[in-house]
C-alpha cells in the first residue's frame, strides 16, 4: 500500500526554492526534519526517514536528531547509558542534539554546505520522545510538527447516549506515554499506530491525519518488545507514506476511525508506568494477573513483616520484597489451603522445601527468587529464613518434620 512513491521531485535548482507536488495536489518546501526519540522504537521510523533522504528524490532535504542525555543507571549509578536513538544517529552519521531541557535551546540545523548558514527546521518529528515540544519551537517550523504513537488514538470509554459509538474494548487506543504496556497489561488483542499532528501546549492532542486500519491488527504478543517488533515498521512506513503524500501541508485533514467525533469525550490515558502499578493486590489480583505484570513491568513487589532480634528485645520490622525473578505456576499438586497473600512455606528439608503464596482466584504461585530490599537476590526459602520472615527452625531433621509440614509468614503481603 506505501511502497509506491507518490510525490515526486521538481527540476533540481536552488535548495531554497525547491518544490514538491503530491498527488493531493499540495506543495511544499524540501523538509528540514528535526526528529525527537529514545528508544527502538523510534529507530525504526528514523531509518526510514534517513533511507527515504537518501533515495534522493528531493522529499527530505536533511535530519537532524534530538534526544535525552546520557543517564547514570544501575547500582551505585556508575554506568552512563545513552539512549538507543543516540546510538543510531551517530550510525547513520547524522547530526546529534542532546538536550535535557528546551529552555533556552534554540534549534538550527547545520547543513551540509560550509558556507550555507544554519537554518530552522521546517517540519519536526517525535516518536516515544518523551518531552513536550515547546510551542515556540512547533509553530515556529512551517510545517508544525508529527507524531507516531502506537496505538489506535484516541480510546475512550462510551458514554450513554444513542448518538454515542460503542468500540470493542479488545482494541488498542491508548493516548499517553506508555500505549504498549498497557495494551499488554490490559490483554487487548488488537493494535495499530497512528500519525498526529503535534499540539503545541499538550501531548496527544494534535489532528489525526493517519491511521493503520480499525479496529486493528490482531496480534498475540506477550511482551513489550513484541509488540514493539510488530509496531515499530508499521509506525514508521505510515509516517514516510504521509510525508510522500503531503498530509503534514495545511489544511490538515482529521482521518481515523474517531474524526473528532465530539459525541465521545471520555478518553483514557495510558499513564507512565511507576512502581505501584508492580506493586501486587493479593486481594484483587489473578494468578494471570499477576503472571502478566510480571512478564510486562515485572519485577513485582511487596511488603512483608519480619521478626528481628536486637538489644530490646524481639521486635516486628517492615520489609519490602522485590519478587525479583518473579513467580511461575507449581507443577506439583497442592492440596494446602492458606489465606490469600499468606505465603507459606511446605517441606522443610533442604530437597523439598518451596515457597508458595494463594492468589484471590484460588490459584496458587511458586516465587523462584526474592530480593529484600537492601540485601541480594537469593533462593525464596533463604532469604525468608535469613530475615525472618516466617518462623523457620535453624535446624531441620527431615524425620521430624516431612515434607508436607509447613510454616506461614508473620503476616500476609501487603
Same mark, same amino acid.
Given at each position: 500500500?506505501?511502497?509506491?512513491?507518490?510525490?515526486?521531485?521538481?527540476?533540481?535548482?536552488?535548495?531554497?526554492?525547491?518544490?514538491?507536488?503530491?498527488?493531493?495536489?499540495?506543495?511544499?518546501? @524540501? /523538509? !528540514?526534519?528535526?526528529?525527537?526519540?529514545?528508544?527502538?522504537?523510534?529507530?525504526?521510523? $528514523? +531509518?526510514? *526517514?534517513?533511507?527515504?533522504?537518501?533515495?534522493?528524490?528531493?522529499?527530505?532535504?536533511?535530519?537532524?536528531?534530538?534526544?535525552?542525555?546520557?543517564?547514570?543507571?544501575?547500582?551505585?549509578?556508575?554506568?552512563?547509558?545513552?539512549?538507543?536513538?543516540?546510538?543510531?544517529?551517530?550510525?547513520?552519521?547524522?547530526?546529534?542534539?542532546?538536550?535535557?531541557?528546551?529552555?533556552?535551546?534554540?534549534?538550527?540545523?547545520?547543513?551540509?554546505?560550509?558556507?550555507?548558514?544554519?537554518?530552522?527546521?521546517?517540519?519536526?518529528?517525535?516518536?516515544?520522545?518523551?518531552?513536550?515540544?515547546?510551542?515556540?519551537?512547533?509553530?515556529?517550523?512551517?510545517?508544525?510538527?508529527?507524531?507516531?504513537?502506537?496505538?489506535?488514538?484516541?480510546?475512550?470509554?462510551?458514554?450513554?447516549?444513542?448518538?454515542?459509538?460503542?468500540?470493542?474494548?479488545?482494541?488498542?487506543?491508548?493516548?499517553?506515554?506508555? @500505549? /504498549? !504496556?498497557?495494551?499488554?497489561?490490559?490483554?487487548?488483542?488488537?493494535?495499530?499506530?497512528? $500519525? +498526529?499532528? *503535534?499540539?503545541?501546549?499538550?501531548?496527544?492532542?494534535?489532528?489525526?491525519?493517519?491511521?493503520?486500519?480499525?479496529?486493528?491488527?490482531?496480534?498475540?504478543?506477550?511482551?513489550?518488545?513484541?509488540?514493539?517488533?510488530?509496531?515499530?515498521?508499521?509506525?514508521?512506513?505510515?509516517?514516510?507514506?504521509?510525508?510522500?503524500?503531503?498530509?503534514?501541508?495545511?489544511?490538515?485533514?482529521?482521518?481515523?476511525?474517531?474524526?473528532?467525533?465530539?459525541?465521545?469525550?471520555?478518553?483514557?490515558?495510558?499513564?507512565?508506568?511507576?512502581?505501584?502499578?508492580?506493586?501486587?493486590?493479593?486481594?484483587?489480583?489473578?494468578?494471570?494477573?499477576?503472571?502478566?505484570?510480571?512478564?510486562?513491568?515485572?519485577?513485582?513487589?511487596?511488603?512483608?513483616?519480619?521478626?528481628?532480634?536486637?538489644?530490646?528485645?524481639?521486635?516486628?520490622?517492615?520489609?519490602?520484597?522485590?519478587?525479583?525473578?518473579?513467580?511461575? /505456576?507449581?507443577?506439583?499438586?497442592?492440596?494446602?489451603?492458606?489465606?490469600?497473600?499468606?505465603?507459606?512455606?511446605?517441606?522443610?528439608?533442604?530437597?523439598?522445601?518451596?515457597?508458595?503464596?494463594?492468589?484471590?482466584?484460588?490459584?496458587?504461585?511458586?516465587?523462584?527468587?526474592?530480593?529484600?530490599?537492601?540485601?541480594?537476590?537469593?533462593?525464596?526459602?533463604?532469604?525468608?529464613?535469613?530475615?525472618?520472615?516466617?518462623?523457620?527452625?535453624?535446624?531441620?531433621?527431615?524425620?521430624?518434620?516431612?515434607?508436607?509440614?509447613?510454616?506461614?509468614?508473620?503476616?500476609?503481603?501487603?
Amino acid at each position: 500500500m506505501y511502497g509506491r512513491r507518490f510525490c515526486k521531485a521538481a527540476p533540481a535548482h536552488i535548495l531554497g526554492s525547491r518544490r514538491h507536488r503530491c498527488l493531493s495536489s499540495k506543495v511544499h518546501e @524540501p /523538509l !528540514h526534519i528535526l526528529f525527537c526519540g529514545s528508544d527502538q522504537f523510534s529507530v525504526t521510523s $528514523l +531509518q526510514a *526517514l534517513e533511507s527515504e533522504r537518501k533515495a534522493s528524490n528531493g522529499l527530505i532535504a536533511s535530519i537532524d536528531v534530538v534526544c535525552r542525555p546520557p543517564k547514570l543507571t544501575r547500582r551505585y549509578l556508575k554506568t552512563l547509558r545513552e539512549v538507543p536513538i543516540a546510538t543510531a544517529a551517530r550510525n547513520l552519521r547524522l547530526p546529534l542534539h542532546e538536550v535535557d531541557t528546551f529552555t533556552g535551546w534554540t534549534v538550527r540545523i547545520s547543513l551540509v554546505e560550509p558556507t550555507t548558514p544554519p537554518i530552522s527546521p521546517n517540519l519536526i518529528v517525535t516518536v516515544s520522545f518523551g518531552l513536550l515540544i515547546p510551542s515556540r519551537i512547533v509553530l515556529h517550523a512551517k510545517y508544525g510538527g508529527l507524531n507516531v504513537h502506537p496505538s489506535l488514538l484516541p480510546e475512550y470509554n462510551h458514554l450513554n447516549s444513542p448518538t454515542t459509538r460503542i468500540i470493542p474494548t479488545n482494541s488498542a487506543r491508548l493516548p499517553g506515554p506508555a @500505549p /504498549l !504496556h498497557h495494551t499488554l497489561l490490559e490483554g487487548r488483542k488488537t493494535t495499530g499506530v497512528t $500519525l +498526529q499532528t *503535534l499540539h503545541p501546549t499538550q501531548f496527544d492532542k494534535g489532528k489525526i491525519i493517519a491511521q493503520t486500519p480499525y479496529p486493528g491488527i490482531e496480534h498475540d504478543a506477550e511482551s513489550v518488545e513484541q509488540l514493539r517488533d510488530l509496531t515499530a515498521p508499521l509506525g514508521a512506513e505510515l509516517l514516510v507514506s504521509s510525508l510522500r503524500n503531503g498530509l503534514f501541508v495545511a489544511p490538515v485533514q482529521e482521518t481515523g476511525w474517531y474524526r473528532g467525533d465530539q459525541s465521545l469525550t471520555r478518553f483514557k490515558k495510558a499513564s507512565k508506568i511507576g512502581s505501584e502499578d508492580r506493586h501486587i493486590d493479593w486481594a484483587s489480583w489473578s494468578a494471570d494477573e499477576i503472571l502478566r505484570r510480571q512478564r510486562v513491568i515485572g519485577p513485582l513487589w511487596n511488603f512483608a513483616e519480619s521478626l528481628v532480634q536486637d538489644k530490646s528485645g524481639e521486635r516486628r520490622r517492615t520489609r519490602r520484597l522485590i519478587w525479583e525473578h518473579g513467580f511461575r /505456576l507449581p507443577q506439583e499438586e497442592f492440596h494446602l489451603f492458606p489465606a490469600i497473600g499468606q505465603p507459606i512455606v511446605v517441606g522443610l528439608s533442604k530437597t523439598t522445601k518451596k515457597v508458595y503464596v494463594r492468589t484471590c482466584d484460588g490459584q496458587v504461585l511458586v516465587p523462584n527468587h526474592i530480593k529484600i530490599e537492601g540485601g541480594a537476590t537469593t533462593a525464596a526459602f533463604h532469604a525468608i529464613k535469613a530475615r525472618g520472615l516466617a518462623p523457620i527452625p535453624s535446624t531441620v531433621n527431615e524425620s521430624q518434620h516431612p515434607a508436607h509440614d509447613f510454616v506461614t509468614f508473620h503476616s500476609r503481603l501487603s
